[in-house]
Antibody
Framework: QVQLVQSGAEVKKPGASVKVSCKAS????????ITWVRQAPGQGLEWVGW????????NYAQKVQGRVTMTTDTSTSTAYMELRSLRSDDTAVYYC?????????????WGQGTMVTVSS | DIQMTQSPSSLSASVGDRVTITCRAS??????LNWYQQKPGKAPKLLIY???SLQSGVPSRFSGSGSGTDFTLTISRLQPEDFATYYC?????????FGQGTKVEIK
C-alpha cells in the first residue's frame, strides 16, 4: 500500500545536526512532492518546507532557512531533511507527507513521525 | 505570510451532535484550504481538500465549505472516534500555514 516510513528517534546536543529520512513505497515517487511538518510537544503543526521529487524545486520556511536542506534520492524513493545548528526549540516530532491534489497541494499520506530531541 | 485563525480553540460535544469549526484566512485564498484530523500520538490525517472535496475513505458525515477567507468544517453527527484535534491549512501560497487547531472533547 502507499506509505511513508521515517527513520527513528534522535537525541542531539545543541549545535549538532540531524538528518531524517522518509522512504516512500506503493506509488511513483517522482510524480509527487514531499513536505515536512513539525510539531513541538503539546503544540500545533508547523510547516518546515517542501521539495518536488520531479522538478527538484524547494521551498523552506523562513524560521529554518539557512539551517535546513531537503533532498530526494529517486533511486531509492527516499526524501531527506537535514537540520543543522540545532536549538532547543527544534525539539519536535518531524513528519514527512506526500503533496497531492495539485494545485491544492494537500498532504494526503503521512509518515509515522520522527521525534528529534535537542538537549544538552 | 497568510495567517489562519480557527475558532473555537476547543469545544465539548456529545455523540450525535452536529459540530462546526471555522477557519479564517488573513487574506483571500480562493478554495486553497485543506482540513486534517489528528489523534494523540498519531500523524495527521487528511479529511477535506480544496475546501469541500472529501478525501477517499473519509466518512460522509464530514463536510467542508467556504471560499475566499472564511471556511467551515462540519461533522454532521459526532461519533466516538471523531474526538480529536482538527487543523485547517492553506495551500494558496508558501509558506503554507496551519490554523492553531481545534480540540473536540467529549462532553
Amino acid at each position: 500500500q502507499v506509505q511513508l516510513v521515517q527513520s527513528g528517534a534522535e537525541v542531539k546536543k545543541p549545535g549538532a545536526s540531524v538528518k531524517v529520512s522518509c522512504k516512500a513505497s506503493g506509488y511513483t515517487f517522482n510524480n509527487y512532492g514531499i513536505t515536512w511538518v513539525r510539531q513541538a510537544p503539546g503544540q500545533g503543526l508547523e510547516w518546515v518546507g517542501w521539495i518536488s521529487a520531479y522538478s527538484g524545486n524547494i521551498n523552506y520556511a523562513q524560521k529554518v532557512q539557512g539551517r535546513v536542506t531537503m533532498t530526494t534520492d529517486t533511486s531509492t524513493s527516499t526524501a531527506y531533511m537535514e537540520l543543522r545548528s540545532l536549538r532547543s526549540d527544534d525539539t519536535a516530532v518531524y513528519y514527512c507527507a506526500r503533496v497531492a491534489y495539485g494545485p491544492w497541494d494537500a498532504f494526503d499520506i503521512w509518515g509515522q513521525g520522527t521525534m528529534v530531541t535537542v538537549s544538552s | 505570510d497568510i495567517q489562519m485563525t480557527q475558532s473555537p480553540s476547543s469545544l465539548s460535544a456529545s455523540v450525535g451532535d452536529r459540530v462546526t469549526i471555522t477557519c479564517r484566512a488573513s487574506q483571500t485564498i480562493s478554495s486553497y484550504l485543506n482540513w486534517y484530523q489528528q489523534k494523540p500520538g498519531k500523524a495527521p490525517k487528511l479529511l477535506i481538500y480544496a475546501a469541500s472535496s472529501l478525501q477517499s475513505g473519509v466518512p460522509s458525515r464530514f463536510s467542508g465549505s467556504g471560499s475566499g477567507t472564511d471556511f467551515t468544517l462540519t461533522i454532521s453527527r459526532l461519533q466516538p472516534e471523531d474526538f480529536a484535534t482538527y487543523y485547517c491549512q492553506q495551500s494558496y501560497s508558501t509558506p503554507w500555514t496551519f490554523g492553531q487547531g481545534t480540540k473536540v472533547e467529549i462532553k
